[in-house]
């Protein structure tokens, strides 16, 4: 399907889109790790963000730098500033999360300095009342060192354009989950994390006019194949095009299910909520940041993604969830047993896969399978 | 040729007293694994004939192979298998199979039939991996657990090892007992390093039925914690080539303070088993 | 001085007999068995007649290797790295960085022109950066080990594979043929694996020309490709690959007489 | 074993009962605590003791790596603990102390006898991804303790301005209600501005103990340290530990005067990094047979050592704010004050950059004056370990020898004593060390 199409061709071609936007718009180009990076910033600045997300590729370069106990996400991101992937990037930021892939930023910058380069506090408890000012003080340092950098100021017109921009793209990606939904769903997981991921690493307004045309035709869209078991992926980072491929491509007959949802940083919870209105602007980002649905990091002391999974579970009609984890990702980890305990106790079976640079295909769909087959044996008994 | 004691004995077998001429349904279960292949035929869900043996590079290869030697000697012919079921990790390039179900499920609903309905919990101890399973009276898989990451504790580990100490796989067990009193297990995780560690001790001077015994017992505390993470409930079955290293079984029970329930026929044809008991129920429904 | 040097690898042991520590007089191996002293004394006495000298007539024994304190007629012993670093010198004067990829342990050292190592690594606790990885992967693909090599150089695809184990790794090999992919690609896939785990641990060491390969696997072509391909630069292979740990050990025997 | 061949007296430290004592009462007191109508509460050893400490003086704590690290010393006891909590779900790669602590409540046995005593509240800091959530797990294994912890990760030294020290204070201030809430007890800022200071002295003495190692030969080795400098992980703001490191300081300073060192062959200095595998100290002694001494490490100096640059650029202990006569009269000043000083912790400030500690590490190699330096990469501290690589790569590139060998501070599956022994005879080759001893 065209409209599909054309972000599964912005993800694969994401250097050469980079590099075509630079030329178009002849402004700067701002690698970013974390979904915490408030990008309304760079936008209004004229600076086009794009979120670092694995290559899937073995490689041999970073074991100089990053002990391998630390994730394999955080190694392929490296990996790809190593090898000058992206060479293009003027500057590169990092908003502060785990400290896995911290080390990709900072081993990135020593090794490949970029002309501007920033790592954003962001604070870890949310939770705080006291979170807000702070938030919002970095903010401000932030937006004067983009300013300085791109050597023009940020109007208070340009950040509520922005603004207006990335919540209408949160708005749309919200209708487009919700067709999701449906008894059956029009479309795949593997072709909403296409979108998603485009949606990190390309330009919002193009982004919202491509989702627009494909909204105006997917609720009249027929899959070839059933819906089936309806899925939810939830866990770390998550970009493995490959394993939801093969989930969603098994014996039709025997095995048929679908992605109807996800909880993870490269789905849903980088888009879930919008920028709240507020005369204060930054305080108004510092607040969007602040109450987003939590990365494991900064979910505590209270547990707030069990009760937003849950109510995803139940709006999305999910029987089934995968819990997917990169290898060694503590933050997660430190989550799992929870998560787990919580979808048990509302009746939904759960799969915990362990996630590298590649997945081994034929271990994982083993596994899948039989998940699957505990879910219905009905015609077996 | 060195001599490979990892090499366990290929064989066939056929029921003496069961007659397939009257059975209503002739199905048959197909499990190819990663190490070895299984077919396995019954008449209307008792078994007839299976033969066992190592699984080559081509699985299709494997199965003809296997169909063929387990029809050997008896007047039954594949025409008049009415369902096949393939299973394990070849279970999608089984040519003559018309429907292929995972291993977790056969080896659930296997370990039902051959050690009876009360089996709650079920360990497969395959070629490369493990599995914990739960299951219901009717060998419905409630949940299940797989080992990740490295191969220690998998049947392939006990080859590597029996061959590294040059002792056949089936006195494995046996010997592995003939010491006064229990030595530490070998500390490493990894096959592997477990061999090299085992040198070391052969070097400085443990019989080789300690230092067996020191590996299985290692290995025997591996599958316990990977049971643990699942939660044991009685009965417990074990199916697989491991079930007659009784040097990891003995040991196993005596971590879980409790007895693995016996088998009736060779656990190693479990997921077969199965496999062609499923064929039957298909058949019965009418999904033939 | 005639000097011996005995390397008790994991897998195979090596005596070398040398004259003064500047020339080999002879060379002579076997697997390591199960009764390791027994063997070490058997290829020892034929080192010996190899080298057409009599037991009394060795001044100086020195072992090296993972056995190297259970080592007989030995006086004293160097580790693997030291060896590994004075054996290489000797043979390539011009050498700064060796790979030496054993049956159980990849290593990699950097070292200056006296064979002084400057730095080392040793792969942590997991095999699959070593020999035996190939022949669990070799008899997964039922070829013989000698042929893995060459099967791969047939192959031009690369299929990624993640070899975090060696045993476990067999699976997703397994799982490759059943998905009917050729052989040669499966075996360029090994190498490939294994290749970037030890080019992981060359980076981290650092490398600079010659870079010399040592041990059992470097006799592999197909690993040596890929090894070239990943550093971008040529390499040496050492002929007798096997035999330079303990022609290091050999030589220290030498130094180590005149101290005692 | 031979009699050590070396041209330096020796002999043990005089101080060195009172320091098992001082450990043995602190957990016999938390054990007890209850009996006398006193609280218990659990944290870290970064969080902020001092401040329960305004809740009276029948508060007393448990910091939980420590507890975790003697655990680990009890090699069947930890096994079990580690299964206890893998049976329970958690992943083996995860913080070793953590998962020894989670498998003593599971088990329900304390590593010093009888059952695991349970906190009345949980008081935690957070810069490590574990932190936090380490007690949002306690409270879950315990029904439900209540748990505070405070957000610290605000940047490193060279960046603090006011509104990251506000949003900290912000927090003690919620924190200090909170107890108050939980326990419900006056606080009493007297207290507070009491073991503050007591705070600031205990880190400011321990930075100068470590500063007289620079002394060739060194008076104290870093496996001796280890077991003095863990007071101050345990309780920081007490009197009791600050006294005892005034009182070790002098003794050491005593020891540099008479030329007493820690290694009587002494003949080459390296420094270790990251916490040890807590069971396997025995690495440190392999070392002396070549007479190769490990000073300290950036963990042993810069865990609870306060440190600053002094106007020469050397590396020295951080003058108290006592000293420096800041005011510290109400819960306002002593919070912020507080806070300041801590948020110069050198362990704090690589978890913005490595170049932060390589800077630091190098400071230690030149002015400790080092030969070499030993890496432990720590699969049990993903905390510590972070940048580590990095770290090496600086210490090479400044001209150290660097040794690196893999290993757990309290998991022992993943340490391999015979590998990494082998792994210092290679390193002392390069060193071109040869054995004293066997």
Known sequence: MNEIEVFREWKNKRHEYAKEWKKRTGGKVMGYFCTYVPEEILHAAGVLPVRILGSHEPQNVTEPHIFAMFCPFCRDCLAQGLKGRFDYLDGLMIAQSCLHIRQAYTSWIKHKPVDFSYYLCMPHKVQSKRSYKFLKGELEVFKKAVEKWTGKEISDKALKHSIEVYNENRRLMHDLYNLRKAPESPISGEDVMCISMAQQMMDKEEHNQALKKLLAVLPKHKRDRPTGTRLLIIGSEDDDLDFLHMVENLNKDQYAATFVIDEHCTGSRYFWNEVPDDKDLLMAISRRYIERPPCPTKDWEERKRIPHTIKLVKDFGVQGAIVMQQKFCDPHELDTVAIRKALDEAGIKTLFLEFDVTVPIGQFRIRVEAFLETLKQEDLF | ?288 | MITAGIDMGAKTIKVVIMEDGKKVLSMAKDLGGTDTRATTEKIYADALKKASVKMEDITHVTSTGTGRAAAPYAKDNITEVGAAAKGVIFIYPSARTVIDVGAEEGKTLRCDATGKVIDFAVNEKCAAGAGSFMESMARALEVKLEELGPLALKSTNAIPMNAQCAVFAESEVVTLVHQKTPKQDIAKAIHDAIADRITSMVRKVGFEKDVVIIGGVAKNPAFVEAMKRNLEMDMIVANEPEFVGAIGAAIMAVENAGVK | ?438
């Open chain 4, 1 to 438: 074993m031979a009699e050590k061949k070396g041209k330096y007296p020796t002999e043990p430290l005089k101080c060195w009962e009172k320091a098992k004592q001082i450990r043995e009462d602190y957990y016999k007191n938390y054990a007890k605590a209850h009996d006398k109508g006193g609280l218990r509460w659990a944290g870290g050893a970064w969080t902020f003791d001092a401040i329960p400490m305004g809740l009276g003086d029948d508060v007393y704590p448990i910091t939980s790596e420590p507890y975790g690290a003697s655990c680990a010393f009890n090699k069947q006891f930890s096994l079990r603990c580690l299964e206890a909590s893998e049976k329970a779900g958690y992943a083996r790669d995860l913080c070793a102390y953590m998962r020894n602590y989670w498998g003593s409540i599971l088990l329900n046995e304390y590593a010093f006898g009888g059952p695991f005593p349970k906190p009345d509240f949980l008081w935690q800091d957070h810069i490590c991804c574990s932190h936090a959530k380490w007690y949002q797990i306690v409270s879950e294994l315990e029904h439900g303790i209540p748990h505070y912890s405070i957000d610290v990760a605000v940047g490193p030294e060279s960046d603090i301005n006011e509104n990251k020290i506000e949003y900290i204070v912000g927090q003690m201030h919620d924190g200090i209600e909170f107890l108050e809430k939980t326990t419900g007890r006056k606080y009493n800022d007297n207290l507070l501005i009491k073991a503050v200071k007591n705070h600031f002295r205990t880190t400011s003495t321990w930075a100068k103990v470590c500063e007289l190692n620079k002394t060739v030969p060194a008076p104290l080795d870093e496996k001796s340290m280890y077991s003095l400098y863990v007071l101050g992980t345990l309780q920081k703001a007490s009197e009791t530990v600050a006294d005892f490191y005034e009182e070790l300081y002098k003794e050491v300073k005593d020891r540099v005067e008479r030329g007493i060192a820690a290694t009587p062959n002494e003949r080459c200095r390296v420094m270790s990094d990251t916490q040890p595998p807590w069971g396997f100290l025995s690495v440190f002694r392999y070392l002396e047979k070549f007479g190769c001494v490990s000073i300290g490490s950036l963990y042993s100096f810069g865990l609870i050592g306060a440190w600053e640059v002094d106007d020469k650029g050397e590396w020295v202990h951080r003058k108290t704010p006592m000293e420096n006569k800041l005011t510290i009269n109400d819960r306002d000043s002593a919070l912020r004050v507080y806070t300041e000083w801590e948020l110069h912790k050198p362990e704090w400030q690589h978890f913005y950059s490595p170049d932060l500690k390589s800077e630091m590490m190098i400071r230690i190699a030149k002015q400790w004056k080092l030969n070499g330096v030993m890496l432990h990469y720590n699969r049990g501290c993903e905390g510590l370990s972070l940048g580590i690589a990095e770290n090496r790569l600086a210490l090479l590139e400044a001209g150290y020898p660097v040794m690196v060998f893999e290993g757990n501070m309290g998991d022992e599956r993943e340490f391999d004593m015979v590998r990494t022994m082998g792994r210092i005879d290679a390193f002392m080759e390069t060193l071109e060390l040869k054995k004293d001893f066997d």
């Open chain 2, 1 to 288: 040729m060195v001599e490979e004691y990892w090499r366990w004995k290929e064989y066939r077998w056929t029921s003496p007293d069961l007659d397939w001429k009257k059975a209503k349904h002739v199905t048959c279960g197909v499990d190819v694994g990663s190490v070895s292949t299984q077919v396995v035929i019954m008449g209307d869900g008792e078994l007839y004939a299976y033969s066992n043996q190592r699984t080559g590079s081509s699985s299709p290869e494997s199965a003809e192979k296997g169909l063929r030697w387990a029809l050997e000697g008896t007047d039954l012919t594949r025409e008049k298998i009415n369902y096949t079921v393939g299973t394990g990790y070849g279970r999608v390039n089984v040519p003559f199979a018309n429907r292929a179900i995972t291993e977790i499920a056969c080896h659930a609903r296997g370990a039902n039939f051959m050690y009876g309905p009360t089996v709650r919990t079920v360990l497969d101890m395959g070629g490369q991996d493990c599995k914990a399973i739960r299951c219901d009276e009717k060998g419905k898989v409630i949940s299940f657990l797989m080992n990740d990451k490295c191969a220690a504790g998998t049947g392939r580990g006990m080859e590597v090892f029996a061959d590294l100490l040059q002792v056949p796989i089936e006195k494995v067990g046996d010997l592995s007992f003939e010491v006064e009193q229990e030595p530490p297990s070998v500390s490493s995780t990894c096959v592997v390093f477990a061999k090299s560690e085992a040198s070391g001790l052969l070097r400085a001077g443990w019989p080789k039925t300690k230092v067996l015994a020191a590996y299985c017992s290692a290995m025997a505390h591996r599958i316990f914690t990977l049971l643990e993470r699942i939660g044991v409930e009685k009965d417990f079955a074990i199916t697989g080539g491991i079930a007659k290293n009784t040097g990891v079984v003995k040991r196993l029970e005596n971590e879980l303070k409790l007895t693995v329930s016996k088998p009736k026929v060779d656990p190693q044809i479990a997921g077969g088993v199965g496999a062609a008991l499923f064929a039957k129920t298909l058949l019965e429904k009418g999904k033939g």
